[in-house]
């Protein structure tokens, strides 16, 4: 699974598919998940993944993929 977080909509990719999803209004910074939600985070992150040249919503975007151990 994938997550992107882009002027406040986030998308998932799950079995190769982008869809909408919702996020709670103060879990985002101008649009960008927030330093602390980052923070409290990466004490669980096992793996990452960076894809480049991603096509979603018809924007070319990097994505960063990995494994949450929560």
Known sequence: MQVLVRSGKAWLDA???W?????????????????????????????????????IQGQTVTTIGGEIDT
């Open 19 to 55: 869809r909408s999803a919702p996020i709670p209004a103060d879990a985002t910074s101008n649009g960008t998940l927030s330093a602390a939600a980052f923070q409290q985070l990466a004490r669980f992150v096992k793996d990452v993944r960076v894809k480049e040249h991603q096509v």
């Open 15 to 17: 079995d190769g598919r």
